[in-house]
């Protein structure tokens, strides 16, 4: 397969050849995991890839905790079903606990608490009820009144499962963060010895982790799924696994030698030159940081464009299956008509730039699409604008 192909893969796995119909939640199954360190970044993500999509359809899951937000893959906030936020902490916590004494803002506080009394205390602060991040880390400075209490609650997020309570999350409506244990939050039993899995049982949950990786993002290697995961030393796990995979070669990668990929048996596998629609994805997006060798859907022309600008990357625009452009939505505030409420009224401006070139056809279904965008994304603007930046 060409590096075009496997675009074309990757996207028909990623319902980005054509929105589904599949329930919120299915997708957010399929995908395993959406990135949600801003709460809206979700919400994006399914409004590019699901038909007929509203806000109230992952409210709805998150109020009803089918679905939830919690640090989990490369330690950053996800949005994963009730299963898997329970699931996949067993198989993430060793690692998460690892990044707690590199973390250069918590680890010189951190070096200097006992990891297993932090996470028992953490607990017993949390066990009558959800508390807010600042007040957990005033509970903990209880015990250790000498240290950080910002880094003591840091370091509490890295040894639970704390899910982020709504309505924090929810469309419309929002909280400062305050946790939970997903035990709690989903009313399941769990606590300290929760994370302590079978050297079989790891083995297994593992394997079937990469199963659903190659499923939503393969072909892929082994550095591919491990980028994606955070996890590292899963070569054993992809080896026991070749006799049931499938062998994609690889025949332009970036560094000019072919390389063989994995796959599942039956994985959409499209023709390269099947049409890609146009989609805006959100800041946070795993399409774009789901491999290690990116080359598929980010050009290298374009990377430098997407390098985040405090901490937040700019949404992203498809063309032809691959990046090539970006978006932001800025408000301005508009006047108060004479004799109309004094309720805050506001024009929301969707502008676009360019990253590579367009056609007059690939403009038109930019906009076009960044019309359907602004509209949702900016659901309660009184206007919504349009715009191309001039490169």
């Given at each position: 397969?060409t590096t075009?192909?496997l675009?074309?893969a ?6 980005l050849l054509?929105?589904t119909d599949?329930p919120?939640v299915?997708v957010v ?6 990135q949600?360190?801003n709460?809206?970044s979700a919400?994006l993500?399914?409004h590019?890839?699901a ?9 709805d ?6 679905v939830?937000?919690?640090?989990l893959l490369r330690?950053?906030?996800h949005?994963?079903?009730?299963d898997?936020?329970?699931g996949l902490?067993p198989?993430?916590a060793p690692?998460l ?8 803002s918590?680890a ?6 006992d ?10 602060a949390?066990?009558d009820?959800p508390?807010?991040a ?11 009144p ?6 003591l609650?840091m370091?509490a997020?890295?040894l639970?499962?704390l899910?982020q309570v ?15 244990t997903?035990?709690a939050w ?7 010895g929760d ?10 949950a593992l ?7 190659l499923a939503?993002?393969g072909?892929?290697?082994?550095a ?5 995961s955070g996890l ?8 026991r696994?070749?006799?049931e995979l ?21 994985a959409?596998?499209?023709p ?7 989609r805006?994805?959100?800041?946070f ?8 060798d ?8 374009v990377?430098?464009?997407?390098a ?7 949404g ?6 691959v990046?090539?452009?970006?978006w932001v939505?800025?408000r301005?505030r508009?006047?108060r ?8 009224r ?6 676009v730039?360019?990253?590579r070139?367009?056609?007059r056809a690939?403009r038109r279904?930019?906009l076009?699409e960044a019309e359907?965008l602004?509209?949702?994304t900016?659901d309660?603007a009184?206007?919504h604008?349009?715009a191309v930046?001039e490169?």
């Amino acid at each position: 397969m060409t590096t075009r192909g496997l675009g074309r893969a990757l996207l028909a796995r990623q319902h980005l050849l054509g929105r589904t119909d599949a329930p919120a939640v299915d997708v957010v199954r399929h995908l395993v995991a959406l990135q949600s360190q801003n709460p809206s970044s979700a919400y994006l993500a399914l409004h590019a890839r699901a038909a007929g999509f509203t806000h109230a359809d992952l409210a709805d899951a998150m109020t009803d905790r089918r679905v939830a937000r919690l640090a989990l893959l490369r330690d950053t906030v996800h949005l994963v079903t009730a299963d898997d936020a329970l699931g996949l902490w067993p198989l993430l916590a060793p690692t998460l606990r690892r990044h707690l004494t590199a973390n250069v803002s918590a680890a010189p506080t951190l070096r200097q608490v006992d990891l297993d009394d932090l996470r028992s205390a953490a607990l017993d602060a949390l066990a009558d009820g959800p508390l807010g991040a600042r007040d957990l880390g005033a509970r903990l400075a209880a015990t250790w009144p000498d240290l950080d209490p910002t880094s003591l609650a840091m370091g509490a997020r890295g040894l639970l499962p704390l899910v982020q309570v709504t309505p924090r999350g929810v469309w419309g409506r929002s909280m400062a963060t305050t946790w939970t244990t997903a035990w709690a939050w989903f009313g399941t039993a769990g606590g300290p010895g929760d994370a302590d899995l079978t050297e079989d049982d790891r083995g297994a949950a593992l394997a079937a982790l990469v199963r659903r990786y190659l499923a939503a993002y393969g072909p892929a290697t082994t550095a591919d799924v491990q980028r994606w995961s955070g996890l590292t030393r899963l070569a054993p796990v992809v080896d026991r696994l070749r006799p049931e995979l499938v062998e994609v070669l690889h025949v332009d990668p970036p560094s000019g030698r072919p390389r063989v990929l994995l796959d599942v048996p039956g994985a959409p596998r499209p023709p390269e030159d099947v049409t890609a629609p146009v989609r805006l994805l959100p800041d946070f997006e795993n399409l774009l940081l789901g491999h290690d060798d990116r080359s598929r859907v980010v050009p290298p022309e374009v990377r430098p464009a997407l390098a985040s600008r405090n901490g937040m990357p700019p949404g992203t625009v498809l063309v032809d299956g691959v990046v090539a452009g970006s978006w932001v939505v800025r408000r301005e505030r508009l006047p108060r008509p004479a004799g109309a409420p004094r309720a805050r009224r506001e024009r929301a401006l969707l502008t676009v730039t360019p990253l590579r070139r367009w056609t007059r056809a690939d403009r038109r279904a930019v906009l076009a699409e960044a019309e359907r965008l602004v509209r949702f994304t900016a659901d309660d603007a009184a206007e919504h604008a349009v715009a191309v930046a001039e490169t």
